[in-house]
T-cell receptor, first 115, second 114 residues
Framework: DVKVTQSSRYLVKRTGEKVFLECVQD?????MFWYRQDPGLGLRLIYF???????EKGDIPEGYSVSREKKERFSLILESASTNQTSMYLC???FGTGFSYQPQHFGDGTRLSIL | GEDVEQSLFLSVREGDSSVINCTYT??????LYWYKQEPGAGLQLLTY?????DMKQDQRLTVLLNKKDKHLSLRIADTQTGDSAIYFC??????????????FGQGTTLQVKP
């Protein structure tokens, strides 16, 4: 079974702090994704990566950056946390190029509160 | 339009069938997926259907695909209280195989009353 592990289930940080959310997958997947989920807004894609050191902006990248130094690990960085970044953050991974069947496999999520 | 659309809420009684509907956008999408999200958890892949199929059954789950109308549905037979969750449909659009991007609907909250 695919395992996607997010480093924290719950996190509380202060406005202006630099925040790191970590995600690790164990299936040698090429693609990794970061989403945020807010009530009434569904899932919104922040950033994704299709290879080591490669990244692309999703729909709402402002205020975020990412890092993919190793294939299994994808980090989301809030450069200077703000209260409007309080949300549930979900990481996912999937197979890469050449696979038409590419379901995304999700971690359990990190509920981040910015005070 | 660009969005995958789902109704936001469905309430059923335990033992009844539930039907969750989804309208997707690209008739040449290859795979369509259904995910389940229980409270406080991530999304769990429930089932999927390939675009050359019109029906797929997996125990209590039946997926129906109408390509002409770009309509996807998930039927849950004999719905149980443990089925209470948010259900997301997602489509894989052509040209996205090099990135693996999926387009998700907003999710349908299924409430099962005892």
């Amino acid at each position: 079974d695919v395992k996607v592990t997010q480093s924290s289930r719950y996190l509380v940080k202060r406005t202006g702090e630099k925040v790191f959310l970590e995600c690790v997958q164990d299936m040698d997947h090429e693609n990794m994704f970061w989403y945020r989920q807010d009530p009434g807004l569904g899932l919104r894609l922040i950033y994704f990566s299709y290879d080591v050191k490669m990244k692309e902006k999703g729909d709402i990248p402002e205020g975020y950056s990412v890092s993919r130094e190793k294939k299994e690990r994808f980090s989301l960085i809030l450069e200077s946390a703000s209260t409007n970044q309080t949300s549930m953050y979900l990481c996912a991974s999937s197979f890469g190029t050449g696979f038409s069947y590419q379901p995304q496999h999700f971690g359990d999520g990190t509920r981040l509160s910015i005070l | 339009g660009e969005d995958v659309e789902q109704s936001l809420f469905l309430s059923v009684r335990e033992g009844d069938s539930s039907v969750i509907n989804c309208t997707y956008t690209d008739s040449s999408s290859t795979y369509l997926y259904w995910y389940k999200q229980e409270p406080g958890a991530g999304l769990q892949l429930l089932t999927y259907i390939f675009s050359n199929m019109d029906m797929k059954q997996d125990q209590r789950l039946t997926v129906l695909l109408n390509k002409k109308d770009k309509h996807l549905s998930l039927r849950i037979a004999d719905t149980q209280t443990g089925d209470s969750a948010i259900y997301f449909c997602a489509e894989s659009r052509p040209g996205s195989s090099n990135t693996g991007k999926l387009i998700f609907g907003q999710g349908t909250t299924l409430q099962v009353k005892p």
